[in-house]
């Protein structure tokens, strides 16, 4: 398709056909949505485009935005064409009707307008594009004939023919063949003709698309309004055809004639407008309708998250699912397979002193075979716990998502509407994500962490009671270290869930309208947006690294502090005599010095299980 300027310019053709005859196809082609597979030299050919593009599709594209924005499409707002395109494409009653109005919000896929209002939404995004080339296909087919009729003439001619861009439309409709400079007719793939409307009534196959031109008689609307006082009423008549106007429906063979009545607003209402114009405050007053009219619009809402800690019915309600016995199976698992790690630890110090004691008579091999036995038993306790756990957690999985699939298919349709489709599927992919697979890991990890920390403590206060003393203040302070670290990362992480919906549902949106957005040339912008939308979502990710950094630091000093009073008290035991032995302080140290890592990992297994 060559874009030509001149007085020979071709600037309006239509492609009309019986349906399947593939004139969206060659749209397509023309877009370069389909390739042409070349068998010889005959079949070689290419498409030329000498200007931008703008096109509709046949299945319009709506986006979850306001009514205004899908009409201007993230070009600059110019308020004169802006009216033109509404009153050339029938949409200034629709919008009086919206809520909202322009600032009406529109739900996924159009979901709040009818066919005929997304069709001239479409529409209206093509010609407020301001392209050179503009390519419709079939855009008439979900509207009724008097929008017809006014579309062709105030759009396709008057807006855009006449203002010097090139039009090609795809419809079976023939209403707009008079004034078309070119109709191509398509059958079976084929053009069968291509010329003038003038030229083709001579030819089979243009009459058999034509008809009995009854379209072309019936369609011509005259407009008339008249104002009496409070009221205005508009009159469409339809030329063609036998009418009675004693009633407001007439009916003739083939015409329904529809007088529509408008109640407009009452006299006060100008005056109050003509006020406005002289207060000082007007643009105040603009500010506050338009967030008004925005409100108002509003349709999907936005996702909610719970503050504060996880509540204690959340957990019982989790351990309800992988089942009560599980539950406290597990937990009988968690504390044995930490005693039975003590245990082993513990016969490792009196082995370490049996060499210094003369008057031990037990040989290598009874040392060696307790500690044997006490080592298989504890691993054997910990790989039970953790196959468990997985087992418990896959079930608690499981009872999650059939609840959560129960819940959307018993949803009112209001709930669908309303509810952007990136949430959905969030919950499916991601928030199933993590309940499959971190929140096993993360549970079972926090409780053995938990079960770990509490042994090492109770070891510590029975080889040294009076260090009690100093492991009071240090946990006090590190119980305010742990709850303003879960109090941040537990938000972060909501907020790190809540702001992928955002992602999925505009990545969604994007891949239903690709044939458009490829033709409007808006790559670069929409993929901007995209990257916009997963930097807010990193910047979560980044500050909870953030906030185990500081977690970690806090963590370091206290366990430094714990060991340092822990070997002191240690020489001081040895000093006063008290009944201490080497291995018993080496016992005491090594779990002191492992005490850091538990109480680092264990808040944050806490936390990220939260």
């Not at 053009?191 to 019936?218: H, M, P, Q, R, W």
Request: with cysteine; net charge negative.
């Amino acid at each position: 398709v060559t874009r030509v300027y001149g007085p020979s310019c071709v600037k309006l053709t239509v492609v009309a056909g019986k349906v399947g005859c593939g004139k969206s196809s060659l749209l397509s082609a023309l877009l370069g949505e389909m390739s042409m597979v070349e068998n010889n030299e005959k079949n070689k050919g290419t498409v030329v485009f000498r200007g931008t593009v703008a096109y509709c599709a046949q299945e319009p594209w709506i986006q979850n935005a306001t009514l205004r924005d899908n009409i201007i499409f993230g070009s600059p707002f110019d308020e004169v064409r802006y009216e033109q395109v509404l009153n050339a494409c029938a949409l200034k009653a629709d919008i009086d009707a919206l809520p909202g109005g322009d600032q009406t919000e529109i739900g996924e896929r159009g979901i709040n307008l009818s066919g005929g209002q997304k069709a001239r939404v479409s529409l209206g995004r093509a010609c407020y594009a301001d392209k050179d080339i503009v390519i419709l296909d079939d855009i008439l087919s979900a509207v009724d004939a008097h929008v017809a009729r006014q579309i062709t003439d105030e759009c396709l001619v008057n807006l855009l023919r006449n203002q010097g861009k090139t039009v090609i439309i795809a419809t079976h409709q023939t209403l707009c063949f008079p004034n078309a400079d070119n109709i191509v007719i398509l059958k079976h793939g084929e053009i069968v003709y291509n010329g003038t409307f003038a030229d083709g009534k001579n030819n089979n196959d243009f009459n058999d698309v034509l008809g009995s031109n009854e379209d072309l008689n019936t369609t011509s609307a005259v407009t008339t309004t008249t104002t009496t006082g409070e009221t205005s009423t508009t009159e469409v008549v339809v030329v063609g055809g036998d009418t009675t106007t004693n009633n407001n429906v007439v009916k003739s063979d083939e015409i329904i004639i529809t007088k529509v009545v408008d109640e407009t607003r009452k006299s006060s209402t100008e005056s109050n407008n003509n006020n406005n114009n002289n207060d000082p405050n007007d643009d105040d007053n603009d500010d506050h309708d338009k967030k008004t009219l925005s409100e108002k619009g509003k349709l999907t809402k936005d996702e909610a998250t719970k503050e504060g800690a996880v509540t204690c019915s959340v957990y019982t309600s989790y351990a309800t699912m992988a089942g009560i016995p599980m539950t406290i199976f597990i937990l009988l698992l968690a504390m044995s397979m930490n005693g039975g790690q003590i245990a082993a630890n513990w016969w490792l110090s009196r082995w370490s002193i049996s060499a210094s004691n003369p008057n031990d008579a037990n040989s290598l091999d009874y040392y060696l075979g307790i500690y044997a036995l006490l080592g298989i038993g504890a691993c054997v306790l910990i790989l039970i716990y953790y196959l468990t756990t997985v087992v418990g957690g896959l079930g608690a999985a499981a009872g999650i998502h059939s609840r959560m699939v129960k819940s959307y298919i018993k949803a009112p349709m209001s709930f669908h509407d309303t509810t952007a489709s990136g949430q959905i599927l969030n919950h499916f992919t991601a928030d199933m994500k993590s309940i499959d697979e971190q929140l096993i890991t993360q549970l079972s990890g926090a409780m053995a962490l938990l079960f770990m920390m509490v042994a090492a403590l109770v070891t510590m206060i029975v080889i040294l009671p009076w260090i009690v003393i100093f492991l009071i203040p240090l946990f006090i302070f590190y119980g305010w270290i742990q709850l303003v670290y879960r109090n941040t990362a537990r938000e972060l992480k909501r907020y790190d869930s809540k702001t992928q919906s955002p992602i999925f549902h505009y990545f969604g949106e994007t891949v239903n309208g690709l044939s458009t957005i490829r033709a409007f040339n808006c790559e670069g912008r929409l993929m901007l947006e995209t990257e916009k939308r997963v930097d807010y979502n990193s910047r979560f990710w980044t500050k909870n690294n953030f906030v185990n950094r500081w977690l970690g630091l806090r963590l370091d000093w206290i366990g430094a502090f714990l060991l340092g009073i822990t070997a002191i008290s240690c020489v001081l035991a040895v000093k006063f005599v008290w009944p201490i032995d080497a291995g018993l302080i080496g016992l005491v140290l090594t779990y002191t010095a492992s005490l850091t890592g538990l109480l680092n990992w264990g808040v944050r297994r806490f936390s990220e299980a939260e």
